[in-house]
């Protein structure tokens, strides 16, 4: 069974760091590049960042640029993703995703998801 | 940068109903567009991909046209399980992704 489970959500101040992640299972993770994509209370979906399957290649959002870094850990099937100079209107669920094609896929198709982790940014 | 725009913002449907939904992208994207179903507190599911691929397991009810800038989402009949926010996104220039703002289907 294909499944992505996020962690590492959570509340912190300000200015403060924190790494979420998303272990996978069922599939063969190394092949599939992979997204983070988060929700604002209430609010709708924003992309925030890509990887390669073999993370040769990171691509972002312009508003996480500079702050927000994702890798990835093949041989143990994670998804990390490290958010620094966090801010308020950082709160939001953050999901983790699959692309629907393996290998050299250029497909911004996201099908399978994980459940999310909530992040609260709050003084 | 690509700007995704769903309607209506929310719709008042009756089950049985027949429904569609509209995406409109503000520069061409050609076939590269996706929808997606969320239910409160869930993460959102794959429904149709490359406009009009029904992904696996989706119910015939449910499908999708268009090209361009301008795309529909159909139900084709409504049923309770069908009342969710409906997302379109769009990955004109991958892997940057655009999500419109989502059309939210309520009971009538």
């Known amino acids: 069974q294909v499944q992505l489970v996020e962690s590492g959500g959570g509340v912190v101040q300000p200015e403060k760091s924190l790494r979420l992640s998303c272990a996978t299972s069922?599939?063969?993770?190394?092949?599939?590049?992979m997204h983070w994509v988060r929700q604002a209370p209430g609010k709708g979906l924003e992309w925030l960042a890509a990887?390669?399957?073999?993370?040769?290649?990171?691509y972002y959002a312009d508003s996480v640029k500079g702050r927000f870094t994702i890798s990835r850990d093949n041989p143990k099937n994670t998804l990390h993703l490290q958010m620094d100079s966090l801010r308020v209107d950082d709160t939001a669920m953050y999901f983790c995703?699959?692309?629907?094609?393996?290998?050299?896929?250029?497909?911004?198709?996201?099908?399978?998801w994980g459940q999310g982790t909530m992040v609260t940014v709050s003084s | 940068e690509i700007v995704m725009t769903q309607s209506p913002a929310t719709l008042s449907v009756s089950p049985g109903e027949r429904v569609t939904l509209s995406c409109r992208a503000s520069?061409?994207?050609?076939?590269?567009l996706v929808w997606y179903q969320q239910k409160p507190g869930q993460a959102p599911r794959l429904l149709i991909y490359d406009t009009s691929t029904t992904a696996t397991g989706v119910p015939a009810r449910f499908s999708g046209r268009g090209s361009g800038t301008e795309f529909t989402l159909t139900i084709s009949s409504l049923q309770s399980e069908d009342f969710a926010v409906y997302y379109c996104q769009s990955f004109n220039n991958w892997p940057w992704l655009t999500f419109g703002g989502g059309t939210k289907v309520e009971i009538k």
């Open positions: 520069q061409n994207v050609n076939s590269n």
């Open positions: 995703a699959r692309a629907n094609c393996s290998g050299h896929c250029y497909s911004g198709t996201l099908d399978i």
């Open positions: 990887i390669w399957y073999d993370g040769g290649y990171q």
């Open positions: 069922g599939f063969r993770f190394s092949t599939y590049a």
